[in-house]
């Protein structure tokens, strides 16, 4: 008779393995199951992942796994009116590379893989307990029974969209919370000049504020270049898997080394992470930085706060699905609901208004450097310069900007407040959507 499993993640990506890991450290029995091949997994190019959660014994991080060492990051305002020059606290790091020593991590912990799986379902009881996985697996149907669930599937959201309504899982996203975003790596001869604009060797620089997110260049080496862009969904902006070949081309570069794209949730999580046994980690929880699109570096802390949350075995599943829940908001999730809202109002300010922040300091090095890392630092320090931009000019743009400064303080002081097992606190629930509906009015 097949043995049940403490733990069944859909989704081989960063989330599923680093929950993986975290699980099979502590005993648990483990399965992971994928609709890609082995092969295929992980992404063809390098992603900025935060220094600290690299640092997790679980994760750790080699030299050769770290494709550049940026001196940090360039930032130009909308307009080039305003430049900063501030420290980056990422390592960029071949995400192929981390991938592939996770993925042997797991096999060695003795973590069952099932890759090319297809229909990947929840299968539930009379109650809609989820119970375990269902898929198709070489023409032959799967069951692996277990007592938690894990939707690491990405935005797809694959299992917990298949799970019943009164699970309350948030499924859908507007389009205006998410992003594109797109990245070449090519061969550069070490020209550096773009329409009169330097580029500067080994600095990140971001061209901050367009199209709703941002677009970057990157030197990495003497010869090699990472060109990107992410953009808003919804509003019509040009797509960066044309806009970013279009920059190469302009730049002269040479061949495409790497790269590739995807659809990012900048949204903030929803305070649903478990329900009727299944957790949802990663961008199919919303998890990404909202002010930077960085999703990876999250994805990989929530299933380490998800995994030590599984591991507590005095507590029943549901105490434990909850303290997941918990753990998360008040360690990362709060903070970034907080961004999530300053995301919201600065997309709604025109390039014009964003420049003008920046020029006048308002969003100045101290602010750019919390966001982009999504470190949260109280609004005392916006409200002073607030106070002393007063008095200048576009007083409009500056009450509109204090407006959602507060909902950002008041939506991270509700949701560092999450009741234990959030779902049964329908009032604080019902907050958290009067708290958020402010932001709805930013445009
Ligand atoms: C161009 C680009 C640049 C980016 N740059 C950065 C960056 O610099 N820093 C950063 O932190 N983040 C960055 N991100 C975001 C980051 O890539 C994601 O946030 C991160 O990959 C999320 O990890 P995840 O494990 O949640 O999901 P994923 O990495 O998407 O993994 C999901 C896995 O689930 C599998 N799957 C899908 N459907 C099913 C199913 N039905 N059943 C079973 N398995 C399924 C997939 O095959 C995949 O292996 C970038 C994204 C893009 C597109």
């Known amino acids: 008779m097949l043995m049940k499993h403490d733990l069944v993640i859909a989704g081989a990506g960063y989330a599923g393995l680093v929950l993986a890991l975290k699980c099979l450290s502590g005993g648990m029995k483990v399965a992971l199951v994928d609709i890609k091949a082995e092969e295929d997994l992980g992404h063809d190019w ?93 023409n032959e149907t799967r069951e692996l029974k277990a007592d938690f669930v894990a939707d690491c599937t990405g935005i797809k959201g694959a299992i917990k969209s298949l799970m019943p309504k009164e699970s309350g899982f948030k499924v859908e996203l507007s389009p205006a919370d998410t992003s594109k975003a797109y990245r070449e790596v090519r ?95 990663g961008d199919s929880a919303f998890q990404a930085i909202p002010t930077s699109g960085c999703g990876a570096g999250n994805a990989m802390r929530a299933a380490l706060i998800a995994g030590d949350a599984l591991l507590r075995s005095r507590l029943n599943p549901d105490e434990r699905g909850s303290l997941y829940e918990r753990n998360y908001f008040i360690q990362k999730g709060a903070d970034l609901a907080y961004y999530d809202v300053l995301r919201r109002r600065m997309q709604s300010f025109a390039p014009e208004t964003l420049d003008w922040l920046m020029k006048k300091g308002i969003l100045g090095s101290k602010e750019l450097y919390a966001s982009i890392h999504g470190l949260y630092q109280s609004t005392p320090a916006f409200s002073a310069l607030l106070k002393m931009a007063y008095g200048i000019t576009r007083i409009d743009v500056l009450l509109k900007l204090k407006r959602a400064l507060v909902v950002g303080e008041k939506l991270r002081e509700h949701l560092e407040n999450i009741p234990y097992r959030a779902k049964s606190g329908e009032t604080w629930l019902q907050q958290y959507f009067d708290l958020l509906s402010e932001t709805y009015h930013f445009g």
């Not at 959660?53 to 796994?65: K, W």
């Not at 130009?76 to 991590?105: N, Q």
């Not at 090319?116 to 697996?137: H, I, Q, T, W, Y």
């Not at 604009?197 to 090699?224: A, F, K, M």
Request: charged share 25%.
């Open 46 to 138: 390098s992603d900025s992942i935060e220094r600290e959660v690299l640092q997790n014994t679980d994760i750790g991080i080699s030299e050769d796994e770290l494709t550049a060492k940026p001196k940090g990051l360039h930032i130009l305002s909308p307009l080039h009116s305003k430049e900063f020059f501030i420290d980056y606290a990422f390592e960029i790091v071949d995400m192929k590379l981390l991938h592939k020593k996770l993925l042997k991590k797991v096999k060695k912990s003795g973590g069952e893989l099932h890759f090319k799986a297809n229909a990947v379902r929840p299968f539930l009881d009379s109650s809609g307990r989820c119970k375990g996985l269902m898929f198709n697996e070489n």
């Open 187 to 281: 061969r550069w001869d070490g020209r550096n000049k773009e329409n009169g604009v330097e580029i500067l060797p080994g600095w990140l620089s971001y061209h901050y504020g367009v199209n709703g997110g941002y677009s970057w260049v990157h030197p990495e080496t003497d010869d090699r270049i990472d060109v990107g862009a992410g953009i808003q969904l919804g509003k019509d902006y040009p797509d960066p898997e044309y806009t970013v070949p279009e920059r190469c081309n302009s730049l002269n570069l040479g061949e495409k080394l790497r790269g590739g794209g995807g659809i990012i949730p900048v949204s903030s999580s929803y305070p649903v992470l478990y329900s009727h046994g299944v957790i949802v980690v």
